[in-house]
C-alpha cells in the first residue's frame, strides 16, 4: 500500500498544478495590459487551453489510480487469513501481476510527460512587455542614478565652502552616507521590478531567440553555398595598434560585411601578435570560403557588382555606410530596444560572440588559468598603463575600489555573506599586492605573470596574446565591470558580456568615458522635457532637440552639441 500513497502525493500535485492555473487566470495582468490588448487575449486563450489539458491528464491519471489501487485490494484480499496466506500468495495469477505492472509502467509515462510538459512551461513566458513600458523601466532607473549623482556633486560642493564648519560638514558626510544608502535601496527594487510578472523569464527567451537568430545569420553570411561566386569582402588584420584595437577593427569589417551581405575574408598570416595567423588562435570565421580572390576585384566601395571589396580601416573610410556603430539592423531593432538597454553595444556583442572562439588550445590555455586563480564572481580592471599619460588620466586603485565597495554593498541587500571577490587586470605586477594590502576585505584574483607580460616592451609576445586574452575573456564573466571605458580591453570585455546575459547593460562603472565605438558614426540623444539654462556653459533644450553627446560628467550633467548651440552641458 506505500505505492497508493506515492501515487495519491502525485496526484496531489497535479491538483495543485490545476489550482495554480486557475489562480493565474484570475490574478491581474502584466504592466500596461488593458481589455482591449490582443495579447493579453492570446494570453487567456492559451492559459484555458492549458488547463484543459491539466484536467484531462489529470482525470486520466485519477483512473489509472483507481484501477491500480482496486486491483492491489484484490491481491491482499486473495491471501488474508492466516495459513491460506501463503497459499494465496503461491496462486497469485501472473496475469494479474503482469497488468499491474503493465499500469504502474503507463502512469509513470504519464507522469513524466507531465513533468516535461511544466518544465518547458516554466522556462517560458507568454507575457511579452510593451516598448514604452521597457524604456520607461529603464529610463527611471537612470534617472535615479542621475539624480543621486548629482545630489552627490552639488553636497561636496557644498562641503568645501563650509570646511571651517565641522558641524555642517558632519551633517553633510552624514546626508551623503544616507542618501547612498536610499539610492541603493531603490535600484534594488528596481532590478527586483524588472524580473516580475514573468519579465524576468520572458527577457531570458527574448535574449536567446535574437543572439540565436543573429548567429545563424553570420554563420550563414560566412559559408555561402558557393564561394567562387559569393561576393567578398577583404579585410587585413594587421591594423597598427594594440590587441584591443585590432579586435574593434574585425569587428568593423564584420559589420561592414553584414551591411553589404558579402562574406567576409580575414587575411591574418603575418599577424604581429601570431605569426601563424588568426586561426591559430580562433577558430576559422568560415569552414568553406577562405579564398579571397574572384572575378572582379576593387578597392572600398566599388559597386555592388564588384565580386571582391578591399575594406581599409575606419579611420580613413571614405562613403562612410549608415550602419557603422552604434547602428543595428532595422529589422530587429523594435525587439532589440524592447529587450536592451544598450543596443549598440549587444550587436557588437554578437560578432565578438561570432568571431572569438577558441580554438582547443586557446580554451584548455583558459581552463587552467581558470582552475589555477579559482576564478568566479569578480568584477575589477585596472587600466593598462601605456594609456596613462596619452589618452587616459591616471586612476589609483582606490578609486576603483570605491564603486567596487559600492557594488557589494547592494549586493548584501540581497545576499547578506556574500565573498567580496575582485579580478585585477592590469599591466602593473604591483597593484595586486597593493590591493590586497590596503583593502584587506576582499579577496583578489589576478596573475602577475600577464600584469607583467602586458608591459608595452613585450606586448606583441605569444604570452602576452595569452595574457591579454584571459584578461578579456575573463572581465567578459564577470558580474560588473568597474573600468575607463577609454580602454579598448575594458570596451570589449563589456561588449562581450552582453551576450552572457538578457541586459547587462548597467553592469559597468566607467571612471572616464561613456561607452562608444571607434569610428562610430554620430551618438545623438533627443531632448524630451525643456531646459532652461542656470549657468553660462549650459544648453539651452526644447522637446526633440538633437544632441551629439560627448561625454557623460557623472554629476547629473552630460556634455553635448545641439544645432543651433556650441558645446556645453545639459541635464542626463
Not at 574593434?248 to 551591411?259: D, K, P, Q
Not at 559600492?406 to 595586486?432: E, F, G, H, M, N
Not at 575594458?490 to 546575459?501: D, K, L, N, V, W
Amino acid at each position: 500500500m506505500r505505492w497508493v500513497g506515492g501515487w495519491a502525493w502525485r496526484i496531489g500535485g497535479a491538483l495543485g498544478v490545476v489550482w495554480l492555473v486557475g489562480v493565474a487566470l484570475l490574478a491581474p495582468t502584466g504592466p500596461l495590459s488593458s481589455s482591449n490588448d490582443p495579447r493579453l487575449s492570446e494570453r487567456l486563450h492559451r492559459a484555458v487551453k492549458e488547463l484543459d489539458g491539466l484536467k484531462k491528464q489529470n482525470d486520466d491519471i485519477r483512473q489509472v489510480l483507481q484501477e491500480f489501487t482496486l486491483q492491489v485490494k484484490a491481491l491482499s484480499s486473495d491471501g488474508a487469513g492466516g495459513a491460506d496466506a501463503e497459499a494465496g500468495r503461491r496462486n497469485t495469477n501472473p496475469a494479474v501481476v503482469a497488468e499491474l505492472q503493465r499500469k504502474l509502467e503507463h502512469a509513470q509515462r504519464m507522469l513524466q510527460q507531465a513533468d516535461v510538459t511544466a518544465e518547458r512551461k516554466t522556462g517560458s513566458s507568454d507575457f511579452t512587455p510593451s516598448l514604452e513600458f521597457e524604456l520607461t523601466r529603464r529610463q527611471v532607473g537612470k534617472g535615479v542614478q542621475e539624480m543621486w549623482w548629482y545630489t552627490c556633486d552639488q553636497l561636496r560642493q557644498l562641503k568645501k565652502k563650509v570646511e571651517g564648519n565641522s558641524e555642517a560638514t558632519a551633517q553633510i558626510e552624514q546626508v551623503l552616507e544616507e542618501g547612498l544608502d536610499h539610492s541603493r535601496v531603490i535600484q534594488f527594487d528596481m532590478t527586483r521590478l524588472s524580473k516580475l510578472d514573468g519579465l524576468g523569464t520572458w527577457r531570458e527567451q527574448e535574449a536567446a531567440d535574437l543572439s540565436s537568430l543573429v548567429q545563424r545569420r553570420l554563420h550563414d553570411l560566412q559559408n555561402p553555398p558557393d564561394c567562387s561566386k559569393a561576393r567578398k569582402l577583404v579585410c587585413n588584420l594587421n591594423k597598427g595598434c594594440g590587441y584591443g584595437c585590432q579586435i574593434h577593427h574585425v569587428v568593423y569589417c564584420f559589420i561592414v560585411a553584414y551591411g553589404t551581405k558579402r562574406t567576409l575574408i580575414l587575411k591574418s598570416r603575418g599577424w604581429r601578435y601570431n605569426k601563424a595567423g588568426w586561426e591559430d588562435v580562433f577558430q576559422p570565421l568560415s569552414q568553406s570560403c577562405t579564398d579571397p580572390t574572384g572575378n572582379t576585384h576593387s578597392h572600398w566601395p566599388g559597386t555592388n557588382d564588384t565580386q571582391v571589396l578591399d575594406l581599409p580601416i575606419i579611420d580613413t573610410l571614405s562613403q562612410r555606410p549608415p550602419f557603422l556603430p552604434l547602428a543595428i539592423p532595422r529589422d530587429i531593432s523594435e525587439r532589440l530596444t524592447r529587450l536592451h538597454g544598450d543596443p549598440a553595444a549587444w550587436w557588437v556583442g554578437q560578432f565578438l560572440k561570432y568571431l572569438l572562439k577558441p580554438q582547443p588550445r586557446t580554451q584548455e590555455m583558459l581552463d587552467t588559468l581558470s582552475d589555477t586563480l579559482g576564478f568566479r564572481d569578480p568584477l575589477i580592471h585596472v587600466r593598462r598603463t601605456d594609456k596613462v599619460g596619452t589618452e587616459a588620466a591616471f586612476h589609483s586603485i582606490d578609486e576603483y575600489m570605491t564603486h567596487v565597495d559600492s557594488y557589494y554593498s547592494t549586493i548584501k541587500l540581497s545576499q547578506p555573506d556574500v565573498v567580496k571577490r575582485v579580478y585585477l587586470a592590469s599591466d602593473d605586477p604591483t597593484v595586486i599586492t597593493e590591493a590586497q594590502k590596503n583593502f584587506p576585505d576582499f579577496i583578489f584574483i589576478g596573475d602577475s605573470n600577464i600584469a607583467r607580460s602586458a608591459a608595452v616592451a613585450t606586448r606583441y609576445t605569444d604570452a602576452s596574446l595569452k595574457g591579454i586574452i584571459a584578461d578579456v575573456h575573463f572581465l567578459s564573466l564577470t558580474d560588473y565591470l568597474v573600468c575607463t571605458f577609454s580602454s579598448q580591453v575594458c570596451r570589449i570585455a563589456y561588449e562581450i558580456m552582453q551576450s552572457f546575459h538578457p541586459d547587462a547593460s548597467g553592469y559597468f562603472r566607467s571612471l572616464d568615458d561613456i561607452y562608444y565605438y571607434g569610428g562610430q558614426n554620430s551618438h545623438n540623444q533627443r531632448a524630451r522635457i525643456p531646459h532652461t539654462p542656470r549657468r553660462s556653459e549650459e544648453l539651452p533644450l526644447v522637446p526633440g532637440d538633437i544632441v551629439g553627446i560627448a561625454g557623460n560628467h557623472w554629476d547629473g550633467y552630460s556634455k553635448g552639441v545641439n544645432e543651433d548651440c556650441p558645446e556645453g552641458l545639459y541635464p542626463v
